[in-house]
């Protein structure tokens, strides 16, 4: 991994620490099983969904809500995957 995608997946796991314990175990799950097949797109999608609220962020992976967009809804299966959280609400 260089250098400047290292720097910027530690960013997104820093924005990843989340005040919901729930979106926090997920989050650690996500990373421990995608870190290395990342890409660039799916980088993107998770940046954008971690400019959300807690609160907005689990309604749309514990499937409560849904988004039109269908780079954010591929982010979020994969974040529902790592999450047996997430069929519970």
């Known amino acids: 991994m260089d250098e400047v995608r290292k720097a910027r997946i530690n960013r997104l796991k820093w924005h990843c620490r989340r005040a919901l314990l729930e979106l926090d175990l997920v989050f ?5 099983r995608y870190e ?4 660039a797109q ?9 400019e959300l609220e807690d ?11 849904a988004t039109d967009d ?15 959280l997430a069929n519970f609400e």
Do not use: K, T
Not at 42 to 50: K, N, P, T
């Open 28 to 32: 650690d799950r996500f990373w421990e």
């Open 36 to 39: 290395d097949s990342l890409d």
């Open 42 to 50: 799916g980088e993107a999608a998770l940046e954008s969904l971690l």
């Open 55 to 65: 609160h907005d962020l689990w309604a749309l992976v514990s499937g409560r809500e």
């Open 70 to 84: 269908s780079q954010l809804a591929a982010m979020i299966e994969r974040l529902r995957e790592v999450s047996p």
